[in-house]
T-cell receptor, first 117, second 116 residues
Framework: GAVVSQHPSRVICKSGTSVKIECRSLDFQATTMFWYRQFPKQSLMLMATSNEGSKATYEQGVEKDKFLINHASLTLSTLTVTSAHPEDSSFYIC?????????????FGDGTRLSIL | AQKITQTQPGMFVQEKEAVTLDCTYDTSDQSYGLFWYKQPSSGEMIFLIYQGSYDEQNATEGRYSLNFQKARKSANLVISASQLGDSAMYFCAMREVYNQGGKLIFGQGTELSVKP
């Protein structure tokens, strides 16, 4: 069954709207979660590392004021795309590692397809 | 900085045949992990197989095996007895053991199409 839940799966909204995406670990606590962005037929680009109880760590080139990340609990991280514009349209996907250990994979949510009109 | 390279944008394979998807990596770390994920058109990321840098044997998981050649820094995925449901994007990814919280860096991906 699903290990990481992401909601909503699809969002269509007008330019200028802020959109919040939730990522939940279902049966484990995740002190760290990751947010990726993916354009069609391209790879997953890491946007930021979400850290429970502290500030997120953003990758170079990612606007932290544009993509707000909050990790207020051990099972929930949120990504808010503020004042979204058409160029923000993309597939956003989160992940978390269920258990420590170098051989433990990241488990991914099902992703959110964001379309800004 | 670590880097993952998948040089095959697209691959075709006949059903029931085996196929190899290439992946090379670059890192200055001695400890790292290599992962392969499958992404169907629906978008979810499905974990397939893992290989640790210190693992002496190639990893296998059912029809998936990893051809790990450490000196060449390659970690190719072999899918045996291809099925139509194997048609998807395949991503190779690397995690340096001591980096921030275990983030993964992905290759460009290979789109596999299985022909009946």
């Amino acid at each position: 069954g699903a290990v990481v839940s992401q909601h909503p799966s699809r969002v269509i909204c007008k330019s200028g709207t802020s959109v919040k995406i939730e990522c939940r670990s279902l049966d484990f606590q995740a002190t760290t979660m990751f947010w990726y962005r993916q354009f069609p037929k391209q790879s997953l680009m890491l946007m930021a590392t979400s850290n429970e109880g502290s500030k997120a760590t953003y990758e170079q080139g990612v606007e932290k004021d544009k993509f707000l990340i909050n990790h207020a609990s051990l099972t929930l991280s949120t990504l808010t795309v503020t004042s979204a514009h058409p160029e923000d349209s993309s597939f956003y996907i989160c992940s978390a590692r269920r258990a420590p250990g170098e051989n433990q994979p990241q488990h991914f949510g099902d992703g959110t397809r964001l379309s800004i009109l | 900085a670590q880097k993952i390279t998948q040089t095959q944008p697209g691959m075709f394979v006949q059903e029931k045949e085996a196929v190899t998807l290439d992946c090379t990596y670059d890192t200055s770390d001695q400890s790292y992990g290599l992962f392969w994920y499958k992404q169907p058109s629906s978008g979810e990321m499905i974990f397939l197989i893992y290989q640790g840098s210190y693992d002496e044997q190639n990893a296998t998981e059912g029809r998936y095996s990893l051809n790990f050649q450490k000196a060449r820094k390659s970690a190719n995925l072999v899918i045996s007895a291809s099925q139509l449901g194997d048609s998807a994007m395949y991503f190779c990814a690397m995690r340096e053991v001591y980096n921030q919280g275990g983030k993964l860096i992905f290759g460009q991906g290979t789109e596999l199409s299985v022909k009946p």
